[in-house]
């Protein structure tokens, strides 16, 4: 149900094999402009069949069965048969950003016109950190407000497999954080495992931030695992209350999230930015870098996100949250959003 919602499957059409009401997104940026100094992202993946449920876990003889009773049907029957019956809803109280959350998790990208922005383009970045010289980022620039960037080829193939594979052996159900305690949701289907970087990993990721990602100031990194139909709701990944144990911990509010995608997905699971109106696909070994707090370390109520459901294949990634025990940390910090933050303050005057 929650896949037919999100995506609006029509489900003769998802008997025919075809997935998504609509096709994947404009979202190409592979333009001819020459501020592009590498292609931002890889081609997508082609929109899969209906066979593509059995590709995704071989094993699975119901489903198996499944497929070939539905494949038999429509032989009988090519059209279907009956009356098409609408779309119909759980009875569930209809949140403003809902409808905004299914549209980005259903194209990918926002508007056409988005990469013609001249202040979103791709470059090499060192951070000034001597790391970097040798192996510079290659950060997309995708929004400005909130500020999301992607940086391509941030773990190599072989990093990814070897975090999942550390991971996988101990995945458990997701929580989320409910009045004091944790605990688990149906906003947040996945599952996740804290593990501990090497070091070269660690050091790069406080290349990229400019933040001291060593525990208490940061949590544990989270390998997370969506399954088909695995999702996380709109939500924040700041505290937006005082009341929140986010603030009596003693790493803080989290002021930023790096989120590294350890795999592609065949179809769905994309990031949606709801206010920021545009969606990013898992663009495997990437990483997806936004501030969750403003300078003045009030939450960036822009930086409302979900991770859209998975509707075929599975969806790995691996995310941390950078967190500040005080404001004058937040002084302290070096790094792309000051200046971003700077140039934006610069054409304002
Ligand atoms: O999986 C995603 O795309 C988003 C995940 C997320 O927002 C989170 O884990 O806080
Ligand atoms: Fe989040």
């Known amino acids: 149900m929650r896949l037919q919602d999100v995506y609006a499957l029509n489900v003769k059409e998802l008997a ?3 997935l998504f009401r609509l096709s994947y997104g404009n979202w190409n940026t592979e333009d001819e402009g020459s501020r592009k100094h590498f292609s931002c992202l890889k081609p997508l993946p ?20 499944n497929i070939l009773k539905y494949e038999k049907l429509l032989r009988v029957n090519p059209d279907g048969g009956g009356e098409e019956v609408a ?6 109280t209809h949140l403003e950003t809902r409808d905004t959350y299914e ?20 470059s090499y970045e060192t951070n000034g950190d001597p790391l970097l010289i040798l192996q510079p980022l290659k950060r997309e620039i995708v929004h400005l407000r909130p500020y999301l960037a992607l940086y391509h080829d941030f773990v190599s193939d072989s990093e990814a497999e070897k975090i999942k594979a550390l991971a996988a052996p101990w995945l458990q159900r997701s929580v989320v954080a409910s009045g004091e305690k944790q605990q688990q949701a149906d906003y947040r289907i996945s599952k996740r495992k804290e593990i501990e970087v090497t070091v070269a990993l660690d050091r790069r990721i406080a290349a990229l931030t400019g933040l001291n ?6 949590e544990y990194l989270q390998v997370v695992n969506y399954g088909l139909g695995g999702h996380y709701e709109p939500h924040f990944d700041h505290a937006t ?11 803080g509010n989290r002021i930023a999230t790096l989120m590294i995608y350890l795999s592609s997905v065949e179809a769905g699971g994309s990031t949606a930015f709801i206010y920021a109106n545009l969606s990013i696909p898992a663009v495997k070994n990437a990483a997806l870098f ?46 792309i959003k000051l200046v971003v933050k700077e140039e934006e303050e610069e054409k304002k005057l």
């Open 16 to 18: 025919k094999g075809r």
């Open 46 to 65: 082609r929109i899969p069949p209906l066979r593509l449920f059995s590709w995704s876990d071989p094993g699975n003889k119901r489903m198996a069965r």
């Open 87 to 92: 779309l119909q809803r759980p009875n569930v």
């Open 103 to 122: 549209r980005l998790c259903q194209s990918l990208g926002s508007q056409p016109s988005h990469y013609e922005l001249p202040n979103l383009y791709c």
């Open 213 to 218: 990602i060593q525990p208490p100031y940061a």
């Open 241 to 251: 209350s005082r009341k929140s144990p986010l603030y009596r911990l003693k790493s």
């Open 290 to 335: 936004w501030w969750n707090l403003h300078r003045n370390g009030n939450g960036d109520d822009d930086t409302l996100h979900a991770g859209c459901p998975v509707l075929a294949g599975d969806k790995w990634a691996f995310k941390g949250s950078q967190s500040t025990s005080s404001h004058e940390k937040l002084a302290t910090i070096t790094g």
